[in-house]
């Protein structure tokens, strides 16, 4: 039987030792690139260089929170924060309006400058379909 390698790489990134056992290729990825997971996780934005990732778009706000609106399309129980309503306003004057906004998480100090905030968000809203719906 096969062991799986620990990546065992110091993050070029942020200085994170990275000993951590992932499936073969991602082991291979992260040792190559000489990035910790997390890092990995950014790097892969950077790489996508666009506001389009997976038919998604992304949104970075200059609080350095990164999500994306997902399709409209998707089931209820399956949309991003519930399917509370965003109302995003891109830096090239476009407002989009969405019920399936999901969170990425917080970009890291160390990647903002190469994801650069694209939009901001004006506060989510609301509006339960039916009385005594658990949100």
């Not at 260089?49 to 997902?70: E, F, N, Y």
């Not at 991003?80 to 004057?93: A, T």
């Amino acid at each position: 039987m096969h062991k799986p390698e620990s990546t065992n790489v110091t993050c070029k990134e942020c200085g994170k030792h990275e000993n951590g056992t992932w499936v073969p290729e991602h082991t291979k990825k992260l040792r190559d690139r000489s990035l910790c997971f997390d890092c990995d996780y950014w790097q892969d934005y950077v790489d996508r260089a666009g506001d389009l990732v997976h038919g998604a778009t992304c949104v970075r706000t200059p609080d350095g929170i990164h999500r994306t609106i997902c399709d409209e399309r998707a089931p209820r129980g399956a949309r991003g924060h519930g399917g509370r309503k965003f109302v995003i306003v891109f830096s090239d004057g476009r407002r989009v309006e969405s019920t399936n906004v999901w969170f990425q998480g917080t970009i890291p100090k160390h990647f903002r400058a190469r994801l650069s905030p694209n939009a901001t968000i004006e506060e989510p809203t609301f509006k339960p379909p039916v009385q005594g719906y658990p949100f």
